[in-house]
């Protein structure tokens, strides 16, 4: 299967994970900040998880360089514009691109409404020049504490006209999902819908919170839910998704090998599975790659691969009348 050709769908894509080093380096420079490298090559190595980590610290040490980025409006609105175009030009036809408001204005102390109109036209502009799909989810960062939490969730009300979901994402061990509760609740009450980032890398407990108490149509990785049978048959019979990443799932060791992935064995199942890149950037990969990967070392198919293509259009939060022109791209691929 060329996977480059194929109409694809991205479920699971951090905005903040999306950046290109060429322009971290040109950015950096604008804003007098000072970087550990200023060449692409030395670049690499800091702000780039190109294998398994060592500890969680290397992670967070290479976001933080992403995050750094985010020092002025017009910085967000190119961010935006060349995520959205990189996805695009990687054959993806609908993409929900997510970001952390609170994570993304911190450096400068951005406004978060002026942000918002520069993340809304940097999609617009990219659309006027490539033929895709884009749906923005609001992320509460657990870590950033309750404050921004009740923030985000009242950011998410306000802006709800361009806004198609709502994440609760890292640390999700230190953080219990009861302490948001409350808060996404009046998310539920307004029928947006959730995915929470969840058993990455603890048990399957915390994926049966995130639906019980959070009320997640969806889960982000989700890796441990194969460990507790009777969750996959409630995900099954329930529909609802996993948004799975096979690369950053190995980096960041929610598996040891590739080969011990368990979407290939979910999806056979039943399950709604969908592959994503989560972080392209931060990774290094693009969504065509993770296709190959998984027909290479996670046991797809090409039809599993085209099954879990269209589990991520139905999966989508994008209103119907936008996956139509997708489904009818894929049906195009796909030939009669
Ligand atoms: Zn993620």
Known sequence: MNHLSLPKVELHRHLEGSLRLETLIELAAQHGRSLPSTTVAGLRDHAQV???????????????LFQDAFRSLDAV????????EDAALDGVRLLELRFSPGFMAEPAGLDW???????????????????IVVGLIAIVSRSLGPRSARDTVAFTLNWRAHIVGFDLADAEEAYPA???????????????????????NVGPEHIRTSVDILNARRIGHGVSIVR???LVERFIEQGLALEMCPTSNLRTRAVDRLEDHPAAQLLGQGACVTLNSDDPGLFDITLSGELALAQERLGFTDEMIVASTRHAIEAS???????????????GFLGP
Do not use: C, N, W
């Open 317 to 331: 939060f994008v209103p119907d009348a936008q996956k139509e022109e997708v489904r009818e791209a894929l049906r």
């Open 113 to 131: 409404d002026q942000m918002m109109l520069r993340v809304v036209r940097g999609v617009e502009r990219a659309q006027e020049q490539y033929d």
């Open 50 to 64: 190109l294998k398994p980590m060592g500890s969680l610290q290397e992670v967070l040490d290479a976001f933080v």
């Open 178 to 200: 009861s302490d948001f509760a409350t808060e996404m609740g009046q998310l539920f009450a307004i029928d947006m819908p959730i995915t929470v980032h969840s058993g990455e």
């Open 77 to 84: 609105e190119r961010l935006t514009f060349e995520a959205v």
């Open 228 to 230: 507790d049978p009777t």
